[in-house]
């Protein structure tokens, strides 16, 4: 599935505002988290990466060689490899690591290579954002639109949601949208 700038438009906007409960697709798939810390705090964390990658998805011009990074987060900047990765919080080496044992020892993410999976022609993205619902203290609930599939690509999610502080990641598992509708009362 490839993203148009209006899907791009849009998916900004649920990052920033709570999408509404007539607006859901059929299904939608959930991963359970369990945060480092407080569920607000992480997911304003995750909402900021998210945001940076998906308002540059809209405007830059993925042709050039570098991509600016002006509007992602120092944490998240600071915990790939090739920056001053001792200067990331805590938090996001802890994640980083989590990462890489989750996926069975895949490689953390350059930022340059993570910021092109927001390109609107990039393929391999198989997700859009759609809410984060409070699980518990330090639980959350993501919710993405995987246009109804089961099994999809979503390789540069799990490196932000680990980063912003993940210490357990359950998922994908679809879900009627009553599901999340149920929960959207419940924001981090």
């Known amino acids: 599935m490839t993203?148009?700038?209006?899907?791009?438009?849009?998916?900004?906007?649920?990052?920033?505002?709570?999408?509404?409960?007539?607006?859901?697709?059929?299904?939608?798939?959930?991963?359970?988290?369990?945060?480092?810390?407080?569920?607000a705090e992480y997911g304003r964390r995750?909402?900021?990466?998210?945001?940076?990658?998906?308002?540059?998805?809209?405007?830059?011009?993925?042709e050039?060689?570098?991509?600016?990074?002006?509007?992602?987060?120092?944490?998240?900047?600071?915990?790939?490899?090739?920056?001053?990765?001792?200067a990331a919080p805590q938090f996001a080496r802890a994640g980083r690591d989590g990462y890489v044992r989750h996926t069975g020892g895949g490689r953390p993410w350059e930022?340059?290579?993570?910021?092109?999976?927001?390109?609107?022609?990039?393929?391999?993205?198989?997700?859009?954002?759609?809410?984060?619902?409070?699980?518990?203290?330090?639980?959350?609930?993501l919710w993405v639109d995987s246009w109804g599939e089961s099994f999809f690509g979503c390789q540069e999610l799990l490196w932000a949601v680990w980063t912003a502080g993940a210490l357990r990641l359950d998922g994908p598992v679809a879900h009627r949208s009553a599901v999340w509708s149920a929960e959207r009362n419940a924001k981090p």
Do not use: C, I, K, Y
């Not at 998916?11 to 569920?39: I, K, N, Y």
């Not at 290579?113 to 954002?129: T, Y």
């Open 3 to 39: 993203h148009t700038t209006d899907s791009l438009a849009a998916e900004l906007r649920r990052l920033r505002d709570r999408p509404s409960a007539s607006a859901a697709p059929p299904v939608l798939s959930l991963f359970a988290v369990d945060v480092s810390g407080g569920a």
């Open 111 to 141: 930022l340059h290579d993570w910021l092109h999976r927001f390109a609107p022609d990039e393929s391999s993205r198989g997700w859009e954002w759609w809410d984060a619902t409070q699980a518990g203290p330090s639980r959350v609930h």
């Open 64 to 86: 050039q060689e570098n991509l600016p990074a002006d509007g992602v987060p120092d944490w998240f900047a600071a915990v790939s490899p090739g920056s001053e990765e001792r």
């Open 46 to 62: 995750l909402r900021s990466a998210l945001s940076a990658a998906v308002r540059l998805g809209r405007a830059a011009d993925f």
